[in-house]
């Protein structure tokens, strides 16, 4: 699927910062993807991929955060929305102790460590299921993909292998 949206954006859009910070957006990739994608694919200089993506990725964590309790309301209504907020839910509660214990700092380490099902998407869902107040979710949040984007240079620009 990534292979795909990948494929679209570099099909229809022309300018590397701006498929950067496209593929930041979606919940697949996240900057995980962008970033190197960035610096590697689009001939970016990391600073420069590491601001759209991080950009990309905060931007789109802004109406997820505003957004997501309205929208699980309205849509729980009907047994197929209720199926899939209660899948989600309970698999962010599974997936966020470290929130609930920590809180905030949960919230920034568990953005910030760039692994799969971490991040700016489903740290949004753990901020709004924990109850954090807006303000400390966005800086949670921001502060984490800060962390995140910082590792993930790293290792795209030195070409550390973590596995194998």
Known sequence: MLESVLQ????FIQDPRWIT???????????RVALPWGITFGGMPWFEA????????FLISIPIVLLLG?????LMRW?????FFNWLFTRTRRKGKLIETW??????IF???PLPVTGAWTGAAAAFLFGLSYRKSFLAIFL????????VSIITVTGVKLFG
């Open 8 to 11: 679209f954006f570099q099909e």
């Open 21 to 31: 910070f496209l593929l930041a957006m979606t919940p697949i990739g996240e900057l």
């Open 50 to 57: 590491y601001i759209w993506a991080v950009a990309g990725n």
């Open 70 to 74: 309205p929208t699980s309301s309205f």
């Open 79 to 83: 047994s197929m929305g209720e199926r």
């Open 103 to 108: 809180e905030f700092l949960g919230l920034v």
């Open 111 to 113: 953005v910030g460590i």
């Open 144 to 151: 984490g993909l800060l962390m995140s984007a910082t590792i």
